[in-house]
């Protein structure tokens, strides 16, 4: 096929006097003994070009702006899970790898960001 394939689009619903509506994705919790479920989030590979882009967000806002939480549970018997945040690799002789880049937010408060 040609072109560009289908798109998948997956929203809330909208509100104009409280809170606009809930999405959730998430796997059910596993028996005694197994492990529960994986969850990936990912784009393809391609032959020629660039792969896609994740872009995880949230909005502006004239009180708060949103946050963005990454967590990892607690384990009551065994080692606690790993974060790891890597960038991409470059195999081509004079171009340069990703950069991972953490920056905390302007602030008129000399205190903060």
């Given at each position: 096929?040609?072109?560009?394939?289908?798109?998948?689009?997956?929203?809330?619903?909208?509100?104009?006097?409280?809170?606009?509506?809930?999405?959730?994705?998430?796997?059910?919790?596993?028996?005694?003994?197994?492990?529960s479920g994986f969850l990936v989030?990912?784009?393809?590979?391609?032959?020629?070009?660039?792969?896609?882009?994740?872009?995880?967000?949230?909005?502006?806002?004239?009180?708060?702006?949103?946050?963005?939480?990454?967590?990892?549970?607690?384990?009551?018997?065994?080692?606690?899970?790993?974060?790891?945040v890597i960038s991409g690799s470059?195999?081509?002789?004079?171009?340069?790898?990703?950069?991972?880049?953490?920056?905390?937010?302007?602030?008129?408060?000399?205190?903060?960001?």
């Open positions: 096929m040609n072109g560009y394939a289908g798109n998948v689009n997956i929203s809330s619903g909208f509100s104009r006097l409280a809170w606009s509506g809930h999405v959730a994705i998430e796997t059910p919790n596993s028996g005694s003994d197994g492990t989030t990912r784009t393809g590979t391609t032959s020629s070009g660039s792969s896609g882009y994740i872009n995880l967000l949230t909005s502006s806002a004239p009180e708060s702006g949103g946050g963005v939480s990454v967590d990892v549970g607690v384990s009551n018997q065994g080692d606690g899970g790993n974060i790891s470059a195999i081509k002789n004079g171009v340069l790898g990703g950069n991972i880049v953490l920056a905390s937010g302007n602030s008129s408060n000399i205190n903060y960001g």
